[in-house]
């Protein structure tokens, strides 16, 4: 049995964990982490499933009253570097799914990982298709040098670009010799037309209601273009990834970013 600690239940990514954690033998609620509701019940929160567990608005004080194995986060960059850190001092191991880290934030949660010798998982997209979406856009890269992507979600996002969008142009740019894009004396009329740059690439951020997390990538070559795209409909296409962290996580003893490599 895996104990696990929800940060964020009442969310919309939390609250289909805390669904998700419902439906599994080998995982139990042991407390959540919260902003409101500090010592109710998860059973006495409108909305929630039916759990025993506790509700913490201190983390310090959930990571020590409860006998967690791993934390899952899925609240906000700031709140969730925090919980991240403060797990892997408490010999709690994280699975995070929050995005928004900065590479400083991502670079000393690794270190603290690495000297606690406990694993870790942060995942920027935990559904299985977006995993396969960045891997063959990894591969078309090889053939393709000319990309942008375009990443569309609901508009209560809070970062821009997406972790998955900015994830992809990493691994693209593992393939691809640096490239700037378009017109070499393209100019832009109105700022940000062009989106983002990563390493000449372009990437879109689109927000709009009705949309939950989206992903095109699209290649161009001479006379053809290629597009991969990857839809998520619901919250629960992100939660095989979840529980699947929360297993390989316990095997773990490094920081392992990307649910990429838990696949293999
Ligand atoms: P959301 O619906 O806004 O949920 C975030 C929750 O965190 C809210 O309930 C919020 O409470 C709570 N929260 C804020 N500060 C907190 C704190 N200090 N302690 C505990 N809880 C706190 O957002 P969401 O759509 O579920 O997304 C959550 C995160 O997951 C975001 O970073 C998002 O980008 C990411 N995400 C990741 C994946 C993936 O596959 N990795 C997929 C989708 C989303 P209030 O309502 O009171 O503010």
Known sequence: MINVIVAGPRGKMGSAALDMIEGEDNL?????????????????????????????EDAEQCLKETDADVLIDLTTPEFGYKHTKAS????VRPVVGTTGFTEEQ??????????KKLGAVIAPNFATGAVLMMQFAKWAAKHFPDVEIIEKHHDQKLDAPSGTAV????????????????????????????????????????????????????????????TIQHDSMNRASFMSGVKLSCEKVMELDTLVYGLEHLLE
Not at 106 to 115: A, G, H, I, R, Y
């Open 88 to 91: 892997l001092e408490h010999g």
């Open 106 to 115: 991502l670079q000393e949660v690794t270190k603290l990982s690495e000297e």
């Open 167 to 226: 994830k992809t142009a990493q691994l693209i740019k593992e393939e691809r010799e640096r490239k700037s894009q378009g017109h070499p004396e393209e100019k832009e009329t109105i700022e940000g037309a062009r989106g983002a740059d990563i390493d000449g690439m372009k990437i879109h951020s689109m927000r709009l209601p009705g949309l939950v997390a989206h992903q095109e990538v699209v290649f161009g070559g001479d006379g053809q273009t290629l």
């Open 28 to 56: 139990q609620l042991v407390g959540c982490i919260d902003r409101k509701n500090d010592q109710s019940r998860v059973k006495d929160i409108e909305g929630l499933p039916p759990f025993e567990a506790k509700i913490y």
